[in-house]
């Protein structure tokens, strides 16, 4: 890898997702390069698409470096706006599909998007009601186009939106599209943080595409792999090493709605899928399925897994009786285009399941102290990371990128660990506060400040505890208002109307006051050691 700016994979280099996409047509131009229902896409067809979606955007009056967001499910169409957005120059917001209409506000303005590409129909869900149901003015979003489902007042459909770049001349998408650099922005993912308010992660096309160009060469996807992306699209993982992945080895996508074991189980067998990542739940749940000998899944070659401690009997069991060959874990956040460190396919089952492996080529990761001074191996610090893949910043917010970015450039990610003698990182805690629900990270000073706005609650805190089936939920130790009453019940039904539902407290407790220190902070290890005791 000699262009800091570019991924490279065997005689191939891509700086920017639209020559990837030009560069896939080239190669694989008849084999399928989506599977979505009875919709099949070929490399070659993506690759007319995208120039026919980037021509609509352009007759939208999008600009380069203008933002637009998707609020959709693994679909065909997701692929296809983000695909020809980024080859008119523009930059992808995703919204994540669990949020409210007060959530997905908030993307919405502060990143400026223009527009927003949506669905009306998906799990009894109709985003752009909830939208308009949150009340909230975003005087930049200029049109709401409805990929799927009923098109309401003020919208227009997806046919609709790609009818209107027939006024765009062909010629003009190509230059767009040779305008890209590898340098430009090609996404804003909005991760939530410790000040409560969800923060956006810019990064460029060369580096996400350096990274998970080394990401495909670890994990061995190849030309004719058929990968069920059952990791949402709104994700690092499901985008990038989903995506973006399997444009650049030639494999298959076939894109899954939700995460269902048993349809997921008839989706292997029906289609022969090979590549199935996802965290380690959804392989202990097809193991344990009582369906499970019904299925033929021997098509199996290649699993991703992580975001959760992981048994090594685990990793036996799925090499043994899913017939995976390789095996990968690994460690990464979005603040580093979501990869950092992995194992290696033939590391030994114990180091997959007990580590997040070792860093990625290119680049650095250190476990230091509180003077960002590196740790002797073996030792507890907080887990740095530096190098091609560390983000340009939070989106006009250059006070948490300073505090995210050190000087020498370290990305301070507020996880814990320890590294062995070989580079191998172990993630031992976190200093941001953060817990993880079922493989989506959780913060508990943006949950709290969503429950804030109940008004019966004064004071709250929230906590992680561990799940057997989820990991970690949270749980809320609630003070009420003077005069106030509620039950527990109730205010765990009031979050499900209000926020997503892996934020959700699963517990509440009210309790008459929270513990303190003398600066006024809330006491966390105090609750979590109250929970422990019963």
């Known amino acids: 890898m000699t262009n800091p700016d570019a991924g490279t994979r065997g005689d191939l280099q891509w700086g920017t997702t639209p020559k990837l996409v030009i560069d896939a047509a080239a190669k694989w131009h008849d084999q399928p390069a989506i599977v979505d229902g009875e919709q099949t896409i070929t490399f070659g067809a993506l690759a ?17 470096g203008d933002r637009a967001s998707i609020w959709a499910p693994n679909i065909h169409e997701w692929i296809l706006a983000a695909l020809g957005l980024h080859a008119a120059g523009g930059v992808l917001v995703p919204l994540n599909t669990r949020f409210k209409g007060q959530e997905a506000s908030y993307v919405l303005g502060k990143s400026g998007a223009r527009l927003l590409f949506t669905v009306t129909d998906f799990l009894d869900a109709d985003y752009v009601e909830l939208l308009r149901a949150a009340s909230v003015e975003l005087p930049a979003l200029e049109q709401i186009v409805v990929l799927r489902g009923a098109v309401p007042d003020g919208a227009i459909s997806w046919a609709t939106f790609l009818e209107h770049g027939a006024q765009t001349p062909p010629e003009v998408a190509h230059e767009r599209m040779a305008d890209v650099q590898p340098t430009d922005l090609s996404d804003i993912l909005f991760t939530s943080g410790t000040t409560g308010a969800p923060k956006g ?24 792999d058929r990968y069920l992306i059952v990791n949402p699209f709104f994700h690092a993982f499901g985008y990038k090493a989903g995506i973006l992945a399997s444009l650049m080895t030639g494999a298959t996508i076939y894109p899954q709605l939700v995460f269902d074991v048993p349809q997921v189980m008839q989706r292997v067998a029906h289609d022969r899928i ?15 399925h009582p369906d499970f000998a019904d299925f033929d899944l021997s098509s199996l070659r290649l699993a991703v897994t992580g975001a959760a401690a992981i048994p090594v009997e685990l990793i036996l069991r799925m090499r043994k009786e899913l017939s995976f060959e390789n095996i990968v874990t690994g460690y990464g956040l979005t603040e580093a285009c979501g990869i950092a460190t992995m194992c290696r396919f033939d590391d030994d089952p114990e180091t997959i399941a007990l580590t997040s492996g070792r860093a990625i080529p290119g680049i650095e990761v250190q476990c230091v102290d509180d003077e960002g001074r590196e740790v002797p191996r073996g030792e507890v610090g907080e887990v740095v990371v530096r190098g091609y893949n560390v983000m340009q910043g939070y989106y006009d917010d250059p006070a948490e990128t300073a505090l995210a970015i050190d ?18 990182i172990k993630i031992t805690d976190r200093t941001k506060d953060m817990f993880i629900v079922g493989g989506f990270n959780a913060y508990p000073a943006e949950i709290e400040n969503l429950l804030l706005g109940n008004d019966f609650i004064a004071q709250v805190a929230v906590v992680g505890v561990p799940d057997e089936r989820m990991g970690e939920v949270g749980c809320a130790f609630v003070v009420l208002r003077d005069g106030a009453a509620t039950t527990p019940a109730e205010l765990i039904a009031w979050s499900r109307e209000h926020m997503a539902n892996y934020k959700v407290p ?13 600066t006024g902070k809330v006491l966390k290890f105090e609750l979590r050691a109250r929970l422990a005791s019963g």
């Not at 460029?204 to 996807?221: E, I, P, S, T």
């Not at 090979?274 to 344990?288: C, D, K, V």
């Not at 699963?506 to 003398?518: G, K, T």
Request: glycine residues 12%; proline residues 6%; contains cysteine.
């Open 201 to 224: 992660v810019m990064t460029a096309h060369g580096q996400n595409l350096r990274g998970f160009c080394d990401w495909a060469d670890v994990v061995g996807l190849r030309p004719g």
């Open 48 to 64: 007319a698409d995208v120039e026919s979606v980037a021509r609509a955007f352009v007759a939208h009056g999008l600009q380069k």
């Open 407 to 424: 000087a020498d450039g370290w990305l301070h990610t507020g996880d814990v660990g320890t590294m062995d003698a070989r580079g191998y």
């Open 506 to 518: 699963r517990r509440v407790e009210i309790v008459d006051a929270l513990p303190l220190n003398a």
């Open 274 to 288: 090979t590549m199935l990542p996802g965290p380690p739940t959804l392989y202990q749940t097809i193991l344990n």
